[in-house]
């Protein structure tokens, strides 16, 4: 990490009176969520009241979004499976005022099912381990073992050695019980419960609220404990809830304010209006089957933790408020490249997403700094990069980007994957950024069937997507019988998560609401903001994959370099001049420092003479029409002189008024001798 970027963005912010925005990226691990969290901490305590309740809340923030936002993966014990966008809010005096977060496609899929190495988000493990008995008698939690959503994944909660005695045995999966609990120097899920439960007291939520969100994260455990097996009276295949179901449906009833037969019938059928045939409009009921109902069950368990993490960033919000403010420090902490043996609509929407990061990159970093160089006449050789125009709109072109494919085919009568993917590729049969997958190097990839996945060439590599998935990731409506059941639950909270919630347009009417449409949107508006800020870039980079310290793997992290786009910025800034300073701004800078006989040259000739005068070499800046750039880190050299003792100062002083003297004697020497040259070319016989 760069290390002054906060302070440079709070420098410019001040001096060019312009908002900044400080975006962090990298990998998964690389350490973007601790970087921001310094970002904010600096910000806040430094410029802060001394970290005053409105700083203190915005910090408060964390704690929070990491219980219910982070999760550990094979790759990061605490990682952020959602992209945030934290504003910080100043006065014109600078002062911090307040704080905004916007969020970004939280990672649904992870509520019901994670890999065997992967937990779901923490705050389920710290309700198992962490909350009082109170709580965890009155919303019946047991150990991680006890539940679907956990028990496929990794059960074993984090404590150290000498902390995990503090957790009851009752409390802990068989894994934990035998291979003792898993070790990170910032996690531990028994104290973590109380952090988060004293965060969320310090944003405002009362007990009652806070209660109502626990509860909230218990309905979603206990709602994928629900199972269903088929109707042996149904011949069209429909199902019913088990038997050994009962007691859940009646306590997951309880906890969402449902009644319990409305909550099974709402879950094993879908209400359709009727198009043809009879009476149109006519509302009929359709059977699911087995695993239609479980995959309406697990919408409805996304749908709530999705609308509850929502909610609770809406809070954040609400407890750092700002009336006005003059200028804002936003840090975007988003999720780098991804790509895995399966890739899915998660992946797709979040390289699209680094593909437009990394165009913004090259755009301020690479293209703007050329252009600098040729209007300023400095003669730099090109340095080449990527455009990557073309790869950007493949994905979200109005008419033929694969998000409206996508879409398109999503309201189709029958949606299919397969018709999706045909279309994908017939439409850019000739694209160069798009291919089969069986053209990949990897031979997991060459086994994708051409009409179930695509491959795209992205600036950091090529990556295979399956689509098997797409359609239904990429809605975000739930099916209309259990839409209205939510919607009149008579548990207020419930009610209230979805009730106002504008993306769910008229009760039990849409069917089909565009996730990567949504991301569409929120993305350009997020670059509308990022362009109109001043940038700061901080490419956070991953030294190696065993989470270790102090291992610095070379491979890896040029690897890294180079996808980031870093090693063509270091070339720029090898052959080019990263630093840079109006003439007229180096004037007033030190014109302070220097007598009045020389503050009164006009500014391009004060430091022409000012440069002379230091004997800087002739290889370390270059004039150029209305700036002096510099070599790298020879403007800090340059101040360094120049603030130095008066001693030195003095000495300066002398040396620029001979080379003044100097040059003015020359000046006058090459106007006598023109003349006298021109008098005799004149007096001489041709
Ligand atoms: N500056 C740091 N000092 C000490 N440890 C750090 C630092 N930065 C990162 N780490 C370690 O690396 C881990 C991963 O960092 P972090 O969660 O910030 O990664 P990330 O890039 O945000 O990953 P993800 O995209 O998965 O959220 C941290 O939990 C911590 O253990």
Avoid at 362 to 374: G, S, V
Wanted: glycine residues 6%; contains cysteine.
């Amino acid at each position: 990490m760069e290390e002054n970027s906060p302070d440079k963005a709070f420098r410019d912010m001040k001096v060019l009176k312009q908002s900044q925005s400080i975006i962090v990226s990298g990998e998964s691990g690389a350490g973007k969520t601790e970087s921001t969290k310094y970002i904010l901490r600096y910000l806040c305590e430094s410029w802060g009241t001394g970290a005053g309740p409105i700083e203190q809340r915005i910090l408060e923030a964390n704690p929070v979004l990491e219980a219910f936002g982070n999760a550990k993966t094979t790759r990061n014990n605490n990682s952020s499976r959602f992209g945030k966008f934290i504003e910080i809010h100043f006065s014109d005096k600078c002062a911090v005022v307040g704080g905004h977060i916007s969020h970004y496609l939280l990672e649904k899929s992870r509520i019901c099912l994670q890999s065997p190495e992967e937990r779901n988000y923490h705050i389920f493990y710290q309700l198992c381990a962490g909350a009082p008995d109170s709580i965890r008698n009155k919303l019946k939690l047991g150990n991680p073992d006890e539940f679907q959503y956990l028990k496929n994944g990794c059960t074993r909660y984090f404590a150290s050695s000498a902390t995990d005695t503090n957790v009851p045995a009752d409390r802990k999966s068989r894994a934990h019980r035998q291979k003792g609990p898993l070790k990170d120097p910032l996690l531990e899920d028994g104290r973590d419960f109380a952090t988060t439960d004293k965060a969320l007291h310090h944003l405002g939520i009362k007990e009652e609220d806070r209660f109502a969100i626990y509860s909230a994260v218990a309905a979603v455990l206990h709602l994928g404990n629900i199972i269903f097996e088929e109707r042996p009276d149904d011949s069209r295949g429909g199902s019913q809830v088990a038997a050994s179901s009962e007691p859940t449906v009646k306590l997951v009833s309880a906890l969402l304010g449902l009644d319990p037969d409305d909550l099974k019938h709402a879950l094993v059928s879908r209400v359709m209006q009727a198009t043809k045939g009879g009476v149109k409009g006519t509302v009929i009921m359709v059977p699911l089957k087995v695993y239609e109902a479980s995959n309406a069950r697990d919408a409805l368990a996304k749908a709530i933790y999705s609308r509850l993490f929502d909610y609770i960033v809406n809070r954040i919000n609400k407890s750092i408020p700002f009336q006005s403010s003059s200028y804002y420090i936003g840090v975007l902490d988003i999720a780098g490249f991804e790509y895995f043996t399966v890739n899915s609509f998660e992946q797709f929407c979040i390289n699209y997403c680094n593909e437009k990061l990394q165009q913004f990159f090259n755009e301020r970093l690479l293209r703007e700094e050329q252009h600098l160089y040729e209007k300023e006449g400095l003669g730099v050789s090109k340095i080449p990069y990527v455009d990557n125009q073309d790869c950007i709109d493949l994905i979200e072109y109005k008419n033929t980007g694969i998000f409206t494919l996508l879409d398109e085919e999503s309201k189709l009568p029958k949606p299919s994957h397969t018709h999706f993917t045909s279309v994908v590729h017939g439409q850019h049969s000739s694209h160069f950024r798009l291919d089969l997958p069986r053209k990949s190097k990897l031979r997991d990839h060459r086994e994708i069937r051409d009409d179930e996945g695509f491959m795209i060439r992205h600036f950091a590599g090529a990556v295979c997507y399956q689509t098997a998935k797409f359609i239904e990731k990429n809605n975000d409506a739930l099916h209309g019988s259990l839409e209205g059941l939510i919607l009149e639950s008579e548990n207020k909270f419930i009610r209230s998560l979805f009730g106002n919630g504008g993306d769910t347009g008229p009760k039990g009417k849409l069917t089909f609401i565009s996730v990567g449409n949504k991301f569409k949107t929120q993305l350009s508006e997020l670059m509308e903001k990022l362009r109109s800020t001043g940038t700061n870039f901080i490419r956070c980079i991953k030294p190696n994959i065993k989470m270790v310290d102090h291992q610095f793997e070379g491979g890896i992290i040029l690897s890294q370099l180079q996808c980031s786009g870093m090693t063509s910025v270091l070339q720029l800034m090898q052959e080019g001049f990263p630093s840079r300073a109006p003439f007229s701004d180096l004037y007033a800078m030190y014109k302070q420092y220097l007598p009045p006989q020389l503050a009164r040259l006009d500014p391009r000739m004060f430091c022409k003479a000012l440069f002379k005068a230091l004997g800087l070499n002739d290889n370390d800046f270059k004039f150029g029409l209305t700036k002096v750039f510099f070599r790298p880190g020879k403007f800090a050299e340059f101040d360094q002189i120049m603030k130095s003792d008066p001693e030195n100062l003095k000495i300066l002083v002398a040396k620029v008024k001979f080379w003044l003297i100097k040059s003015r004697w020359r000046k006058v020497m090459w106007g006598a001798l023109s003349v006298i040259k021109r008098k005799c070319q004149r007096l001489l016989p041709d």
